[in-house]
C-alpha cells in the first residue's frame, strides 16, 4: 500500500494563474500599480524556461498596458500588440547588436541608434516621440532569434541603455555583459527615463528586490524550485536584457 504521506508530497505545487510562477516564489500580492504613458510590448520565446527568476509576466502586472506574446515571430507590430499601430518608428525596440554605450561613448542610460548602430542625432526629439517599447525575453540566443524572425522590427527605433548599475541579480544570475539587465530592470530604466518619472524605476526595482528575497527564502526551504546557479566555469548565455 502507498503511503498517503508519499502521495502528498508527490502533488504539484500550484501555480500563480498571473506570473505563472510556484505559488511559493510569488509576490503578485505585493505589485503596486503603475499607469503608463508608453505603452510595453514583451515578446518571450516559447524555449524560455527560467520561471523562477524570470520576470516578465511579473513586469507586465504593474502597467494596465502592457502586453506580453509568447512565440516566434508575427507579422507585423500591429500583429503582436493586438491592435492596430500606424508608425512602428515611434516604437523603440532593445537592440541586441554589439553596439555598447560605453564604446560609443554615449551619454545618458537611454540611447538612440540609427540605422548604421551609431548614435542618433537629435536624442531628445527621437526619443521624445516614443509611444511604445518592445522588449525581447529570453536567452541571449533566443532574444536573438526573436530578432532575426521578426523583420517589422527593423521599422523600430533601436536603443541601447547604459545602466548606472549592474543587474541586482548578483550571483543568482550571471549575465554574459556587464552591462546585461533583467527584463525589469531594463523596463525601468528605459520607461522611467522616456517618461521622466523615477516612481516607475522604484516601483520595478522595489518588486524585483521582494522578487530576489523570496527566491532566497525558498531557496533554503525548497531547493527544487529555486536551484541555485551553475557552478563557476559554466558560461551562461543570457542574453543582455533589453531582459
Known sequence: MSNPQDTAAAEPIPECPHCQKPMPL?????????????????LQ????????LGTA?????????????VGLSWPSLSKALGRPVENA????????????????????????????????????????KLEGVVL???TWSQAKALWWRNPWMLKCQRVILNPAHPSRYGRLRREPRSDGLSTIEAAATILA?????????????ASFERLLTRYREVQ???????PKPAPKGRRDFRRRKRA
Open 26 to 42: 510569488c509576490i503578485c500580492d505585493s505589485v503596486t500599480p503603475i499607469e503608463n504613458r508608453l505603452s510595453l510590448l514583451i
Open 45 to 52: 520565446h516559447p524555449q524560455e524556461q527560467d520561471r523562477a
Open 57 to 69: 509576466r511579473l513586469l507586465a502586472r504593474h502597467f494596465a498596458d502592457a502586453t506580453v506574446r
Open 89 to 128: 518608428a515611434r516604437w523603440a525596440v532593445l537592440y541586441l547588436g554589439s553596439a555598447r554605450a560605453a564604446d560609443l561613448e554615449a551619454e545618458g542610460e537611454i540611447v538612440a541608434l540609427n540605422r548604421k548602430g551609431e548614435v542618433a542625432d537629435n536624442q531628445r526629439a527621437i526619443l521624445g
Open 136 to 138: 525581447l525575453d529570453g
Open 193 to 205: 527615463g522616456l517618461e521622466r518619472r523615477p516612481d516607475i524605476a522604484d516601483a520595478l526595482h
Open 220 to 226: 533554503a526551504e525548497m531547493p527544487e524550485l529555486a
